[in-house]
């Protein structure tokens, strides 16, 4: 049996991970075409896993280049049941300090180039989404926060924009009054994606910084904002580091047990099964085989 946790995280975390307990790389092909990079699979915490850094090897892929269905179909043609997933963000919020850490509970969506389903073709299927992000492994995340030196915010809204450019001060002000407690540009559709292939998904935001909303320093340099953003960066990912070491085993002791999007998909498919291609049946077995 292969890994059931899988963990999507920065380049960092990724040659953290590979430098303190090594492991094997897997290739894995998709109808999507190939994941970021191979997935590595190997013991972390006492338990089996599979890690993806998100953006590639050498962190070449920009945000809306991301094969996110790739990545998530990857994952669960492994036998991954649970992600947990980590990304840099902006904070919105005067109490979301850099160096703090989010488990986020809800998401606003301002993407428009990224293909955001499994379910684009030959299948209709629509999933529940009002919980952006699995309530139970939020729980266990919160629970494992506990055991981290730094503050874990039990909730906080991610609002993921296209990118690659950051926001302009009239729209950072503007997420702010939507109720954004976080900007990045990762987190879709990559939780919508796990929902449709009934995997329990939580976001471990990282902020590195206020935006621009929130006016810088008089008198600091360019270069050193800079500088300050990556020391955020570096201390804010040894800090999810640490979250991730304590919740893992946490979460290994809960696998077998009911799961709220175990079954996300029964009462989502629309499409008449009789009338659906088993070419598209065959593509997408691993998320729906169980259904036809």
Same mark, same amino acid.
């Given at each position: 049996?292969?890994?059931?946790?899988?963990?999507?995280?920065?380049?960092?975390?990724?040659?953290?991970?590979?430098?303190?307990?090594?492991?094997?790389?897997?290739?894995? +092909?998709?109808? #999507?075409? %190939?994941?970021?990079?191979?997935?590595?699979?190997?013991?972390? !915490?006492? =338990? $089996?896993? &599979?890690?993806?850094?998100?953006?590639?090897?050498?962190?070449?892929?920009?945000?809306?280049?991301?094969?996110?269905?790739?990545?998530?179909?990857?994952?669960?043609?492994?036998?991954?049941?649970?992600?947990?997933?980590?990304?840099?963000?902006?904070?919105?919020?005067?109490?979301?300090?850099?160096?703090?850490?989010?488990?986020?509970?809800?998401?606003? +969506?301002?993407? #428009?180039? %990224?293909?955001?389903?499994?379910?684009?073709?030959?299948?209709? !299927?629509? =999933? $529940?989404? &009002?919980?952006?992000?699995?309530?139970?492994?939020?729980?266990?995340?919160?629970?494992?926060?506990?055991?981290?030196?730094?503050?874990?915010?039990?909730?906080?809204?991610?609002?993921?924009?296209?990118?690659?450019?950051?926001?302009?001060?009239?729209?950072?002000?503007?997420?702010?009054?939507?109720?954004?407690?976080?900007?990045?540009?990762?987190?879709?559709?990559?939780?919508?994606?796990?929902?449709?292939?009934?995997?329990?998904?939580?976001?471990? !935001?990282?902020?590195?910084?206020?935006?621009?909303?929130?006016?810088?320093?008089?008198?600091?340099?360019?270069?050193?904002?800079?500088?300050?953003?990556?020391?955020?960066?570096?201390?804010?990912?040894?800090?999810?580091?640490?979250?991730?070491?304590?919740?893992?085993?946490?979460?290994?002791?809960?696998?077998?047990?009911?799961?709220?999007?175990?079954?996300?998909?029964?009462?989502?498919?629309?499409?008449?099964?009789?009338?659906?291609?088993?070419?598209?049946?065959?593509?997408?077995?691993?998320?729906?085989?169980?259904?036809?």
């Amino acid at each position: 049996m292969g890994p059931r946790i899988g963990i999507i995280g920065g380049s960092g975390l990724g040659q953290t991970l590979e430098a303190e307990v090594g492991g094997r790389e897997v290739q894995v +092909d998709t109808p #999507f075409g %190939r994941p970021s990079g191979p997935i590595l699979v190997t013991r972390w !915490a006492g =338990v $089996e896993i &599979a890690f993806l850094s998100r953006h590639g090897p050498g962190h070449l892929l920009n945000p809306s280049a991301v094969p996110y269905r790739a990545n998530v179909f990857a994952f669960k043609k492994l036998g991954v049941t649970h992600i947990l997933a980590s990304g840099a963000t902006g904070s919105l919020r005067e109490e979301v300090e850099p160096r703090h850490l989010v488990i986020c509970d809800q998401v606003i +969506d301002k993407t #428009f180039k %990224r293909a955001g389903t499994f379910f684009d073709e030959g299948l209709v !299927a629509h =999933v $529940e989404y &009002a919980e952006p992000f699995c309530p139970k492994l939020r729980r266990l995340l919160i629970e494992a926060g506990r055991k981290v030196a730094t503050v874990v915010h039990p909730k906080g809204t991610y609002v993921c924009m296209e990118g690659p450019q950051f926001s302009t001060l009239a729209e950072s002000r503007m997420h702010r009054d939507w109720g954004g407690d976080l900007i990045g540009m990762t987190c879709l559709p990559e939780a919508k994606l796990a929902r449709e292939a009934e995997i329990s998904y939580a976001l471990i !935001a990282l902020p590195t910084d206020y935006d621009c909303w929130r006016p810088h320093e008089p008198g600091k340099s360019r270069q050193a904002l800079l500088a300050e953003i990556i020391g955020n960066l570096k201390a804010v990912t040894d800090q999810g580091m640490a979250l991730l070491r304590a919740a893992v085993p946490m979460l290994a002791r809960q696998l077998d047990e009911k799961w709220p999007y175990d079954d996300a998909l029964a009462m989502a498919i629309w499409s008449d099964k009789s009338k659906v291609s088993p070419a598209v049946v065959e593509r997408l077995r691993p998320l729906i085989g169980r259904y036809f």
